[in-house]
């Protein structure tokens, strides 16, 4: 079924719009992404077509134009409100008109609204964006073209009457009525290792035979049903690169655009022996969104687990894997917020244990998702001495005021650091990538086959690890040459972020044509310089990316100086239009607008207004949900009360694979469905099978030692007499269990290492404490009894 907002046919027939096709220009670390949108109007009368859809959050639109028929028209910027007085005065004199306008709420969506198209004609809507893409933990660069736009929460109270608010029609991710075909081309100073994709993809096709540039193609076919992501995969991609763009011909110089413009990419790698010290102080708060869109599934397709249920198993592996010194809180939201402690907590094992009782017992109950009060709540919290506050926050990213939340991470981001989760398809880009770096801090998309514990556990990891900190750039030019930056000062950097900065360079050397810039910065108190040559005189033309870029990062500071300031400092906003207009690339106070005033006949006929769906997950159970909300608080009574309305004549009848699922979705962190498969004759089912590394991981202490009980010996399958005989009478029965754990984790859960290499980490420390004399005894012992052939020094003992 479609969800329609604002006006739309009487017989609410498809929607007009017939495929996208994207053109995506990778270099190196940013990319140029050309969209064409084909429309046709099928009615009877002209039609206006509004369709919102996402972008990513850094992209900078730059390029819009419009083909109605054989006559190409081609926008430009003005600022907002003129533009849409234009937009409305063309149609209503009969003409065909364009109009491309940022969300207010949130700098990821935009409406394109498509004017007056006479029937049965014909349209195409090109528009070009710059990105830069987001490193992975994996050194990957993402670039993800959203498909999925989930419904964006608004917050009571907040404005959602503003013309440029975002109405979102929505369909079932499958059922979207158009196509999407993809190709894109990679050009990088590094030799390409690899592409990935979340969706199938034609052969990597090399160029060169440096295979320093390659295509690639989106298998034909493919239903825009999902986020397309690319992955790409560089050699060397940790050494710094810096990058001249020539000034645009037809600029003037001394502008931004008639200037050349600087990129510098700083990717630090930090040596094993940094990456494996770990601090032991900090104050750690999980923010967790606990709103009903946390009900769904993580991705579409059966046997896929709901969002709240891997955030609870998530919320396990990071309190057991916290250091022994640090505080702790966790905090769900939804409408409002709870947290589970008043303020936050000393890890120990008392407090570890309250929080996992009230982690297991936490549901996706809390309504709409409002994050900004919670953040309040946080900030107006005094930071702990000696405790570094750090957020992880992990959210479906369906909130509406994303700028708002942003201005408020970014104002508060000198004592706290954020690492953000975007979970499932659809998370807004803006907000996740926003938060974490404006926090400095690190983004995840856990999306498509993902899964959430492993992306967390490597935020952790950055979390607890030192940082590059008292970094200086200075950059070495002529005195002729003057450099103004355009990005804002790095203040740090940790393992697995990367910072582009963005300069302009006015002026010209009669003699020397190259410049350099140096970066020092020090990493665990060691001092690191680097420094890099460039060319004053590019003559390469990359298409003005770079420019576009380092436009788009200026006018998004002076977007939030203008928005603290309230409006109150003069020039700020004027300045945003300015620049946004001289350099082609959107802002918050500027659209793009296109007129085709064609023959100059008016158009005959009412004027219909038409929005285009953009997909929604949808999950097969979903007429369940209702039902499995009473379910959170008593299982067996929603059960019971299912089946009773499933028999009942003339009630709602459904296959056993629907029921089977509506009791999946009735089983929580811990619940068992007493009521059996067919509702209609109640019996008692099994124990749901629980995954024995959770059940192990579930059993450590809070000092990383395992206890010697029926629950262990039942996780190695084994009687708790086959665990506790071959112990070495001298070895205390603690050191024994936590050996035996520690062997079984390396023997059988080397696939899930990234998930419990700090439980081991945490087990080895406790070990070496009780100075236990026959460690290699209780090792090789262990390896007998498990079958394993673990090493010693494998385990780090």
Same mark, same amino acid.
């Given at each position: 079924m479609v969800t329609c907002c604002g006006l739309v046919t009487v017989k609410n027939e498809p929607v007009p719009l017939k495929s996208i096709a994207v053109e995506v220009s990778v270099q190196g670390h940013v990319a140029t992404v050309s969209s064409t949108l084909q429309y046709e109007n099928q009615e009877q009368s002209p039609l206006e077509?509004?369709?919102?859809?996402?972008?990513?959050?850094?992209?900078?639109?730059? %390029?819009?134009?419009?083909?109605?028929?054989? &006559?190409?028209?081609?926008? @430009?910027?003005?600022? !907002?409100?003129?533009?849409?007085?234009?937009?409305?005065?063309?149609?209503?004199?009969?003409?065909?008109? *364009?109009?491309?306008?940022?969300?207010?709420?949130?700098?990821?969506? *935009?409406?394109?609204?498509?004017?007056?198209?006479? +029937?049965? @004609? !014909?349209?195409?809507?090109?528009?070009?964006?710059? &990105?830069?893409?987001?490193?992975?933990?994996?050194?990957? /660069? %993402?670039?993800?073209?959203?498909?999925? /736009?989930?419904? %964006?929460?608004?917050?009571?109270?907040?404005?959602?009457?503003?013309?440029?608010?975002?109405?979102?029609?929505?369909?079932?991710a499958g059922s979207v009525p158009y196509s999407l075909s993809l190709s894109a081309h990679v050009s990088s100073p590094h030799p390409i290792s690899r592409v990935e994709s979340n969706c199938p993809l034609d052969p990597l096709n090399y160029l060169n035979t440096e295979k320093t540039q390659a295509t690639v193609s989106l298998a034909a076919g493919h239903q825009f049903d999902r986020d397309v992501e690319l992955l790409l995969y560089y050699q060397d991609t940790h050494q710094p690169t810096a990058i001249v763009e020539a000034a645009q011909a037809?600029?003037?110089?001394?502008?931004?655009?008639?200037?050349?413009?600087?990129?510098?990419?700083?990717? +630090?790698?930090?040596? !094993?022996?940094?990456?494996?010290?770990? &601090?032991?102080?900090?104050? *750690?708060?999980?923010?967790?969104?606990?709103?009903?869109s946390m009900e769904c599934p993580m991705h579409l397709g059966s046997g896929s687990q709901d969002r709240i249920s891997s955030a609870r198993e998530t919320l396990l592996l990071l309190l057991k894997s916290l250091p022994m010194g640090c505080y702790f809180n966790i905090i769900g939201f939804g409408s409002s917020y709870e947290s589970f402690f008043p303020k936050s907590v000393e890890y120990s094992q008392k407090t570890m244990d309250e929080a996992l009782q009230k982690v297991k017992e936490m549901r996706a109950d809390l309504g709409g998702t409002e994050i900004l009060q919670p953040l309040k709540h946080i900030y107006s919290q005094p930071c702990l001495p000696d405790q570094p506050r750090q957020l992880f926050l992990f959210t479906d990213g369906e909130v509406g005021n994303t700028k708002e939340v942003l201005d408020l991470v970014k104002t508060n981001a000198g004592s706290h650091r954020c690492f953000s989760f975007g979970i499932g398809e659809g998370a807004s880009t803006a907000l996740i990538s926003g938060v974490a770096k404006q926090a400095r801090g690190h983004a995840q998309f856990i999306t498509g086959q993902d899964r959430m514990q492993p992306k967390a556990m490597q935020s952790l990891r950055?979390? /607890?690890?030192?940082?590059?900190?008292?970094?200086?750039?200075?950059?070495?030019? +002529?005195?002729?040459?003057?450099?103004?930056?355009?990005?804002?000062?790095?203040?740090?950097? *940790?393992q697995g972020q990367r910072a582009l900065l963005y300069a302009q360079l006015t002026g010209e050397s009669s003699g020397d044509t190259e410049g350099s810039v140096t970066v020092k910065y020090s990493l665990a108190k060691q001092p690191v310089e680097n420094q890099l040559s460039f060319s004053l005189k590019p003559t390469e033309d990359t298409g003005m990316t770079v420019h576009r870029l380092g436009a788009r990062t200026l006018i998004q500071s002076l977007e939030v100086e203008e928005r603290e300031q309230d409006g109150g400092k003069e020039g700020v906003k004027e300045k945003v239009i300015e620049l946004s207009v001289q350099s082609g690339v959107s802002s918050a106070f500027t659209a793009f607008i296109a007129i085709h005033k064609g023959d100059g006949e008016a158009l005959q006929g009412q004027l219909l207004r038409r929005h285009v769906p953009t997909p929604m997950l949808y999950h097969s159970s979903m007429l369940m949900m209702q039902s499995c909300a009473m379910a959170r608080r008593s299982p067996m009574v929603m059960a019971c009360s299912l089946q009773m309305n499933m028999s009942a004549p003339g009630k709602l009848k459904l296959s056993k694979k629907s029921k089977r699922k509506a009791l999946d979705a009735l089983q929580g962190f811990g619940y068992d469905d007493n009521c059996s498969e067919d509702f209609d004759s109640p019996a008692p089912t099994s124990k749901p099978v629980r995954d024995p590394l959770l059940q192990l991981i579930s059993l450590q202490k809070a000092s990383g030692s395992w206890v010697l009980e029926a629950a262990l010996a039942e996780v190695l399958v084994k009687t708790e007499e086959e665990v506790s005989k071959p112990k070495p009478a001298q070895v205390d029965q603690e050191v024994w269990a936590t050996v035996l754990a520690l062997v079984w984790l390396y023997g059988f859960k080397m696939e899930a290492q990234e998930e419990w290499q700090f439980l081991a980490m945490k087990a080895v420390s406790w070990i070496q404490a009780q100075k236990v004399a026959s460690v290699s005894e209780c090792v090789q012992a262990g390896n007998t009894l498990l079958g394993c052939q673990v090493q010693k020094d494998t385990l780090g003992l």
């Open positions: 077509a509004i369709f919102i859809f996402p972008l990513p959050g850094e992209a900078a639109v730059c %390029r819009f134009s419009a083909k109605i028929g054989q &006559t190409e028209v081609v926008a @430009e910027v003005q600022e !907002k409100q003129k533009a849409q007085e234009q937009y409305d005065d063309a149609l209503s004199s009969g003409q065909q008109a *364009f109009l491309l306008e940022e969300s207010d709420e949130s700098p990821d969506v *935009f409406k394109l609204s498509v004017g007056s198209l006479p +029937p049965g @004609e !014909k349209a195409s809507v090109s528009l070009d964006y710059v &990105t830069e893409l987001s490193v992975q933990a994996d050194d990957g /660069l %993402r670039l993800c073209l959203p498909a999925v /736009l989930n419904p %964006r929460y608004q917050p009571q109270g907040s404005d959602s009457g503003s013309g440029g608010s975002a109405q979102v029609s929505s369909v079932p037809s600029a003037k110089p001394g502008t931004l655009m008639g200037d050349p413009v600087v990129m510098l990419s700083l990717y +630090p790698e930090f040596p !094993k022996d940094v990456m494996s010290s770990m &601090t032991s102080h900090g104050e *750690f708060l999980f923010v967790v969104d606990r709103s009903g950055f979390a /607890l690890q030192p940082a590059v900190v008292d970094i200086s750039v200075k950059w070495n030019v +002529p005195k002729e040459v003057s450099v103004t930056p355009l990005s804002p000062p790095i203040r740090v950097l *940790f």
